[in-house]
């Protein structure tokens, strides 16, 4: 199974599912899903069912989703503890818990060709630790403009199959997972298509779980890495980089600064009042933008704050 691999998946319809078999009285299989599910002016296309069938699969590949040898699909345990009815913010911190799951996918760089290669949310996880490793501060990516190109340019192997995004099939999915995921923002001004690495929703989500009060910056961002680890810092960004021949593209890290992504969040949650940085004496620090003449070396969390 993987996540981008069917290509019809819809994040916001897995919302739905799940909410709507949580709150129902009875058992439902895969095909009774799909009937109830389908757009009733499509139910004679041949097609029709492959939003809801895909959505299902990639939800079950993450383990939000299960089913039995009857055919019947259920919530799966992790997510009802989460409670009867997910809002959006509860489901897209769900969301991210499941196609992050690293005791359940492992590195997803090192691993074999195949179901392995795309297992769980491997495909999800490859696509993402690169996409964050772009540069925020610069243009707009689609997969004519800029993904196309990057990885021929930093991939160790012109065969796109050893790629993050192997072809614009899987660049489409990408384009609804990210924001799903609240790891990537469209673009305001581009075409739709266009995305960029951006994780103000997915960090600013993980804040809701952080005690307020000042931590060191370092301390702050090892957080952030643990529980979002597709991030600089994070276990699946670290083996991209010993993957590239190249090291990080990030133009941020290769001036001894924070990572473009995380750093141009981090500024959006500090104009909104989620964060606060200090510079103190005698502490280790850094800049959170190329653009900075100021390393920061502490950060204070306030909890509420604008969204």
């Not at 489409?172 to 305001?188: D, I, K, M």
């Not at 993957?243 to 969040?265: E, H, K, N």
């Not at 103190?280 to 604008?306: E, M, Y």
Request: with cysteine; glycine share 10%.
């Amino acid at each position: 199974m993987a996540v981008l691999n069917p290509p019809r998946s819809l994040p916001a319809l897995g919302r739905s599912i799940i909410n709507f078999l949580a709150g129902s009285r009875r058992a439902w299989t895969e095909e009774e899903l799909i009937e109830a599910f389908r757009p009733p002016g499509l139910n004679e296309d041949s097609s029709s069912f492959e939003g809801v069938a895909h959505t299902v699969y990639t939800f079950r590949a993450i383990g939000m989703l299960c089913s039995d040898t009857d055919g019947v699909i259920t919530v799966s345990d992790t997510v009802a503890a989460t409670g009867d009815t997910l809002s959006p913010a509860a489901f897209r911190r769900a969301l991210q818990k499941h196609a992050l799951d690293l005791d359940r996918d492992g590195d997803p760089w090192q691993t074999g060709p195949g179901e392995s290669l795309t297992g769980g949310a491997r495909d999800l996880l490859r696509a993402m630790s690169w996409f964050l490793a772009q540069d925020a501060l610069g243009r707009p990516l689609s997969w004519i403009s800029g993904v196309q190109a990057l990885q021929h340019a930093q991939f160790p192997d012109s065969d796109n199959d050893t790629w993050a995004i192997t072809n614009d099939t899987r660049w489409g999915a990408v384009t609804r997972w990210g924001p799903a995921l609240g790891l990537t923002a469209p673009s305001l001004v581009q075409a739709k298509s266009e995305l960029m690495p951006l994780p103000v929703v997915a960090i600013n989500d993980v804040l809701d779980e952080l005690p307020a009060g000042q931590v060191p910056i370092g301390d702050f961002l090892g957080q952030l890495a643990a529980k979002l680890p597709v991030l600089h810092g994070g276990l699946v960004r670290a083996s991209l980089v010993a993957f590239l021949p190249d090291g990080d593209p990030d133009p941020g890290i290769a001036q001894d600064c924070a990572d473009s992504s995380v750093g141009q969040a981090l500024r959006i949650l500090q104009d909104r009042g989620r964060l606060i940085f200090d510079t103190l004496p005698d502490a280790d620090g850094i800049r959170l933008s190329r653009f900075d003449s100021q390393r920061q070396t502490h950060v204070t969390l306030v909890q509420g704050g604008k969204r």
